[in-house]
């Protein structure tokens, strides 16, 4: 199992509509193309309050790669961030990392 951290930086005001296509959208289709939803957070004490980092995670690289292009074409995705952004991007910019689960971790 791999992980893959996000973190996505909400363009000033978009917050709530990011949060909201995530908790409406995204997540339910992640899980459809095989990306598990691992969690989601904001930043309570310390950090930026713009960022929304998430962890997902697949098989391998390989089904990384698949579920991000089924991900990508899937017209119900299309639709909910062409709506999404009618009044301009939500994001400003995206961080990730893949990482790999040490052999001590309880997440494997």
């Known amino acids: 199992m791999i992980y893959e951290l996000r973190i996505y930086t909400a363009n000033p005001g978009k917050m709530g509509a990011l949060q909201a296509r995530f908790r409406d959208h995204t997540t339910k289709i992640f899980e459809r193309h095989g990306i598990k939803n691992v969690g989601y957070w904001t930043n309570a004490i310390g950090g930026r309050s713009d960022e929304l980092w998430y962890m997902v995670a697949y098989e391998d690289l390989a089904a990384r790669q698949k579920a991000w292009a089924a991900f990508g074409a899937d017209p119900e995705w299309q639709k909910a961030r062409a709506e999404s952004e009618k009044d301009g991007p ?18 494997k």
């Open 90 to 107: 939500l994001v400003h910019h995206i961080e990730n990392r893949i990482m790999n689960a040490t052999d001590y971790s309880p997440l």
